[in-house]
């Protein structure tokens, strides 16, 4: 899946929106199936991020839908809760493009 860089970009430029995406990295999100989902403290769900960023549910899940939107995020449900998984493969993105920025792909 090819990833838009500028929408990458976009969605991490707001400060809520990185700590966020922070915090999901940190914890691993909540493994690859909401079944295999592993202690609380480890998991990110979206009830998660409002009591570690402080802000309000509506925030979080506008700062939530801007990230799946860049493709960094993923979301699963699982009855009353929402689960936020990392996508490695939009960072991977994101760092591409630094190296090109770099010129790490120019031949000299």
């Known amino acids: 899946?090819?990833?838009d860089t500028v929408e990458i970009l976009k969605a991490l430029s707001n400060p809520s929106r990185l700590e966020i995406l922070k915090a999901i990295y940190r914890n691993g999100g909540c493994g690859a199936r909401?079944?295999?989902?592993?202690?609380?403290?480890?998991?990110?769900?979206?009830?998660?991020?409002?009591?570690?960023c402080g802000l309000a549910p509506s925030t979080i899940s506008h700062h939530t839908k801007e990230l799946v939107r860049a493709g960094l995020v993923?979301?699963?449900?699982?009855?009353?809760?929402?689960?936020?998984?990392?996508?490695?493969?939009?960072?991977?993105?994101?760092?591409?493009?630094v190296g090109e920025i770099k010129g790490d792909n120019e031949e000299g």
Do not use: H, S, W
Not at 34 to 52: F, L, N, Y
């Open 1 to 3: 899946m090819k990833y």
């Open 34 to 52: 909401a079944t295999d989902a592993p202690p609380a403290d480890k998991c990110c769900c979206v009830g998660d991020m409002i009591e570690r």
């Open 74 to 97: 993923r979301v699963e449900r699982d009855g009353q809760f929402v689960r936020l998984l990392p996508n490695p493969e939009a960072l991977e993105a994101l760092t591409g493009l």
